[in-house]
Antibody, heavy 122, light 107 residues
């Protein structure tokens, strides 16, 4: 069974930094691209970033480009999101999710964690 | 960037009803369109990928169609467990934006 467990969400001041982690199990982690998606409580989903299987390629939403960095450690089956220069608009529940392209032949998100809450507030 | 617009934003329906949710892309995305279901307090769940393909385990009352810029998700006969929020997502190119969501409520 695929499991994704996010951690690292905290209350942080504007301008601060935070690193989120996502621990993966139940699948061959280094075969799959991974994504971060966030959701302001009570609002819609916002795609944040994607990283390919070996970490050599990443892409980001314009709202986080230049401030957030996605990385992975395949030896630890872990995904990371380094968030810098945080603003109140970054307050959200952050999900990591597995890309199903290898399994289904199409980019889509077939497994999700339960999310970790980041609150940016003074 | 490709913008995704869903309609309606909310919908009230009864068990047994047939409902259709629409998703429109700001430019052609071929069939690179996915649908997700999210229940309160839960992570989203993939329902349909590539516009019309079922994820494993998804009931056959769900169906997706469309290509280019206009897509639909149809639930043929609503069941109590279907009341949730539904999101479309384009996977044609990054950023892989979601629609704003359609909240399906019990009438």
């Amino acid at each position: 069974e695929v499991q994704l467990v996010e951690s690292g969400g905290l209350v942080v001041q504007p301008g601060g930094s935070l690193r989120l982690s996502c621990a993966a199990s139940g699948f061959t982690f280094d075969d799959y691209s991974m994504h971060w998606v966030r959701q302001v409580p009570g609002k819609g989903l916002e795609w944040v970033s994607v990283i390919n299987w070996d970490g050599s390629s990443t892409d980001y939403a314009d709202s986080v480009k230049g401030r957030f960095t996605t990385s992975r450690d395949n030896s630890k089956k872990s995904l990371y999101l380094q968030m810098n220069s945080l603003t109140t608009e970054d307050t959200a529940l952050y999900y990591c999710s597995k890309d199903a392209a290898l399994r289904l032949g199409e980019i889509c998100l077939d497994s999700w964690g339960q999310g970790t809450l980041v609150t940016v507030s003074s | 960037d490709i913008q995704m617009t869903q309609s309606p934003s909310s919908l009230s329906a009864s068990v047994g009803d047939r409902v259709t949710i629409t998703c429109r892309a700001s430019q052609s995305i071929s069939s690179y369109l996915n649908w997700y279901q999210q229940k309160p307090g839960k992570a989203p769940k993939l329902l349909i990928y590539a516009a019309s393909n079922f994820e494993s385990g998804v009931p056959s009352r769900f169906s997706g169609s469309g290509s280019g810029t206009d897509f639909t998700l149809t639930i043929s006969s609503l069941q109590p467990e279907d009341f949730a929020t539904y999101y479309c997502q384009q996977s044609y190119r990054t950023p892989y934006r979601f629609g704003q969501g359609t909240k399906l409520e019990i009438k």
